[in-house]
């Protein structure tokens, strides 16, 4: 059975900084491409960030370019999204995904497995 546990979400000031973690059990996420979603209050998932198994390149949603960044450490199985300097707007539903497709880009639909959320909340 596919797992994937995220855990590091928080409350947080704008400015402020949160690494986001996903465990994986029962599959090698260096196998996979990996990314992040979010899903805001009464708006839909949108990609954050991914790595791309095809040649491990990564891409990243315009707003978050140059504050967050996406990596995974292979031996510990586990996939991060570290995450600088926090806007209102980046409140939200963290999820972790991965795909066997190696070019998924961050399409949703492209992603088979997913965990199942991890909460931030930046505050003024």
């Known amino acids: 059975e596919v797992q994937l546990v995220e855990s590091g979400g928080d409350l947080v000031q704008a400015g402020g900084s949160l690494r986001l973690s996903c465990a994986a059990s029962?599959?090698?996420?260096?196998?996979?491409?990996i990314a992040w979603f979010r899903q805001a209050p009464g708006k839909g998932r949108e990609g954050v960030a991914c790595?791309?198994?095809?040649?491990?390149?990564?891409r990243y949603l315009d707003s978050v370019k140059g504050r967050f960044t996406i990596s995974r450490d292979n031996a510990e199985n586990t996939m991060y999204l570290q995450m600088n300097s926090l806007k209102l707007e980046d409140t939200a539903l963290y999820y972790c995904a991965a795909t066997w497709n190696s070019l998924p880009r961050l399409d949703s639909d492209l992603y088979d497995y997913w965990g199942q959320g991890t909460q931030v909340t930046v505050s003024s």
């Open positions: 790595i791309e198994s095809f040649d491990n390149s990564t």
């Open positions: 029962g599959i090698s996420l260096d196998e996979y491409s």
